[in-house]
């Protein structure tokens, strides 16, 4: 992420009238970081759930169109890759079975995720032994939880739901701990029930053992499932507002009516258009986890109150652009009858401008993310 040594530089840029000197650092970051990949590699026998897994964590209904096949035996011997909706950055690649490594292209993965629905054994130490030699990280998952616990249910009179657990995750590292895995981290998840169990802390140790561009792509791909994912969108968002203000003033210079400052529509109609998708308001979302939680997109939608929020267009981004500017408009205007000065301190007010539009809509967008989450049942 840029410091603020970068962003002090870009200011100056600005302020110096070097407008196309800005661009080119900002087109440079905007690049780097578009272009960063996340590959996720899931690794568990046939039936240990690895289909519900993949489809739970990308955020689809296992009946999807695209959607990892669930309940069918395992006949390929290729892995599947399967990409986040709407987001090229990040794929998750289910391989075939827990036979000899061999033949595992370990440079393809950023971190790979051992998956079980009973007891880790011999083939899971082995895997994760080379795995580590190769440096990449490396997580157990049990699945299938609550079919354990149903399970305890019926067969114990005292049944308690904390000491079952604990007892499932003592099993899990006693066992790996015989395999030689030294401090294995275990995460307890259900594909159904996501809001329960690890499913949310293994989604924060996953993101924060990633370095800054990949944690910014995997956190940006991720389905809202917690109020956490949602701040931790908010932050990685307005960290790059700056350099989203500085770019648009200092690309082009597109007359707006009432308002003479330097702004590139389109590069925000685009930015904040992203943003309703990472934080889950787009039309393609809203269906995905309508269809998930059993309610109506327009249940949820319900809930989305902020302007940009609910739609985004030129017309629009126009208008919320003009509210927000008050008297630099004035000020725009009269720097209109200065040549090179004028345009310089233009690009200046716009970028004043535009910042604070989009930290508005940022933190707007994050409320209305939040509300759906509730509204979903997705939080208790």
């Not at 578009?34 to 690895?50: E, F, N, P």
């Not at 354990?148 to 249910?153: I, T, V, Y």
């Not at 208008?319 to 720097?335: F, P, Y």
Request: with cysteine.
């Amino acid at each position: 992420m840029a410091g603020v040594a970068e962003r002090s530089n870009i200011v100056s840029l600005l302020n110096g009238g070097y407008l196309s000197a800005a661009a080119e650092q900002l087109v440079s970051y905007f690049t780097n970081s578009q272009g960063t990949t996340v590959h996720i590699a899931v690794l568990g026998k046939s039936g240990s759930g690895k289909s519900a897994f993949i489809n739970a964590l990308r955020g689809v209904h296992d009946n999807d169109t695209g959607a990892a096949p669930t309940g069918q035996k395992e006949t390929t011997k290729e892995p599947k890759m399967y990409k986040y909706p709407d987001k090229d950055t990040v794929t998750i690649s289910e391989l075939p079975g827990l036979g000899s490594s061999q033949h595992l292209d370990f440079n393809c993965y950023d971190f790979f995720i051992i998956l079980s629905s009973g007891r880790f054994k011999n083939k899971h130490f082995l895997l994760a032994i080379e795995i580590q030699k190769k440096n990449k990280k490396f997580y157990f998952v049990r699945a299938k939880v609550d079919r354990d616990l149903n399970r305890a249910k019926r067969w114990k009179k005292c049944y308690n739901e904390n000491q079952t657990l604990a007892k499932l995750r003592n099993d899990c590292v006693v066992s790996l701990r015989k395999g030689v895995i030294e401090s294995p981290q275990v995460f307890l998840i259900s594909s159904w029930n996501l809001n329960k169990f690890d499913f949310g802390k293994m989604l924060e140790v996953l993101e924060g053992d990633l370095p800054d561009l990949k944690r910014r792509a995997f956190l940006l791909a991720l389905p809202n499932f917690t109020v956490s994912i949602i701040e931790k969108k908010k932050a990685v968002i307005m960290d790059e507002i700056w350099k989203v203000g500085g770019l648009s003033a200092a690309s082009a210079v597109v007359p707006i009516p009432g308002l003479s400052i330097a702004c590139d529509i389109t590069l925000l109609v685009c930015t904040i258009s992203s943003y309703r998708t990472h934080f889950g308001l787009d039309e393609d979302s809203l269906g995905r986890l309508a269809k998930r939680v059993g309610k109506t997109a327009e249940q949820l939608r319900s809930v989305v109150s902020s302007t940009l929020g609910q739609q985004v267009s030129s017309d629009i981004i126009k208008e919320v652009l003009i509210k927000t500017s008050g008297m630099k408009v004035l000020l725009s205007k009269v720097l209109t009858y200065l040549p090179f000065v004028g345009q310089v301190a233009a690009a200046v007010v716009s970028y004043d401008t535009i910042n604070s539009m989009l930290n508005t809509a940022v933190e707007e967008m994050a409320e209305d993310a939040k509300r759906m989450l509730a509204k979903s049942l997705l939080v208790e």
